[in-house]
């Protein structure tokens, strides 16, 4: 015989009764927006902050675009060409195209002058896939960093992708994302940090930092 569940404590009772009150009201006074545009248009999304998740949240939309059946592809602008981890195997699986145009982390680089050159270059190559028309949906990695740096001029890429083709969706994450890039946006999350494992001492984990 399945045991019965148990009753909820008296703070669960009370947490429980006051979400139902709100939820509905919230339901009966709710009332769809007006003005919202029908059909697709590309979005600028930047995902920023000093929090976890940044690019995960990307390639978490990646997942979705390739679902629809949208064609997506994404540069890294940090991490190099041979990098294997857990995103780019399942990426290869998919036929997802995923390129490292940098040379690793920019505080272990042995010559930032060259780290800047991958930059520019990494740049030219995404601005040819943006302007190419190939691509529904195409995410820059980590690419506030080249912009913060003066690796890469924000006047050439805002005319980019101001002038990108108005179906084509944009992602762009990492740290720092210039004011000049948050305004032009459509969509911006900040994500911050509330805890993270590292403060405990406990290292990355395979499947969930690499």
Partial sequence: MTDLPAAPDPQT??????AMAELTEARDNYS???GYSKGRRGLLIVNTGNGKGKTTAALG?????????????????LKHDTAKFGEHRTLDALGIPCEGLGDGWTWR???????AALAAEGWRLARAAIEGGE???IVLDEFTYPLKFGWVAWPEVEAVL????????????????LPELVALADTVSEIQPVKHAY????????????
């Fill in 32 to 34: 769809r927006p007006e």
């Fill in 61 to 77: 939309l990646m997942m979705r675009a390739h679902g629809r059946g949208l064609r997506v592809r994404m540069f890294q602008f």
């Fill in 199 to 210: 403060e405990a001492g406990i290292g990355g984990q395979k499947g969930i930092e690499y």
């Fill in 162 to 177: 101001r002038a990108r083709h108005p179906d084509l969706h944009m992602i762009i994450t990492g740290r720092d994302a």
């Fill in 135 to 137: 691509y529904d949906l």
């Fill in 109 to 115: 680089s042995k010559d930032l002058e060259n780290s």
């Fill in 13 to 18: 009772q009370a947490r429980r009764e006051r």
